[in-house]
């Protein structure tokens, strides 16, 4: 029988799993409104969690291997956004080659690699961590956690309500009529790119450093794509698109809670059924609204 404590543990658990992903939501919902379709989100996650392990082992410091994720983020987003962008090489070989090309460097480095084990601090809030069933897993978390309350509403403002937000709708909806008006599109959405390297780098840091203190190899399991698919299966607003990562977070902990909890399921069916589940989840909620118009679309002058 599951009692007040397990769901505590269990939302405090699908808290953990959800961070990274929404991190990583809120740059993929912000370039694809640019019109920049992001295949490359894994290979953001995972090269700033190996980079995130690596630095913290080289200087002793988990905030600094945080920030060295993030700068590895935007790395990778900025190779993808000169391949897209100037090389004009289509995007989502781009992106693939990136996450293949991450996914097999990361993995032999940690071969040849020993670090040490870093963790990012706990805060934990007075008063709030004392509601009951949900204090402990809202507010005792490693410090990044609480950086959301930031970021969420800092990536919809700049989306709904800013100028450079206003232009980067339009590179993705209508860039032809946006390069008419002086806004210069490819140059949008590589700078869309730089936001979700840079925020798709911090989840990733954070699973590394924040969550577990160490690398292993893919650790990210293809988190990356299903940050994709909920931007899409959000229909591209950003409430939905983060409802989609808590959905995923709540069937990963889920998965690790029911054996503690004498449940015993097949191995392989526990290691599949957050995907299935979120997946169903999003399909079901799925808003109908219609993607942006230019999604995945190069821009070339003078087309139509």
Known sequence: ??????VSTILSSGVRLAVPLAFAACGEYLAERAGAMNISVEAMMLGAAFGSVATASATGSATTGLAA???IGILVGLVHGNLSHRLKINTFVAGLVLNALVLGLTGYLITVSDFDSHQVSQVSVPWL???PLFGAPLFVERWPVYLLV???PLTWWLVERSRWGLELRASGERPQAA???GVRVDARRRQALLWCGALAGLGGAYLAVGEVGSFNENMTAGRGYIVIAAVIFGGWRLGRTLLGCALFGLADALRLALPALGLTLNSQLLIVAPYLVALLAMLLFTNRRREPGALG???ERGST
Request: proline share 5%.
């Open 1 to 6: 029988m599951i009692v007040a404590d397990d």
């Open 69 to 71: 994720g993030v700068l």
């Open 129 to 131: 961590r004392d509601i």
């Open 150 to 152: 930031v970021v969420v």
């Open 179 to 181: 390069h008419v008006t």
């Open 297 to 299: 679309r190069p821009f």
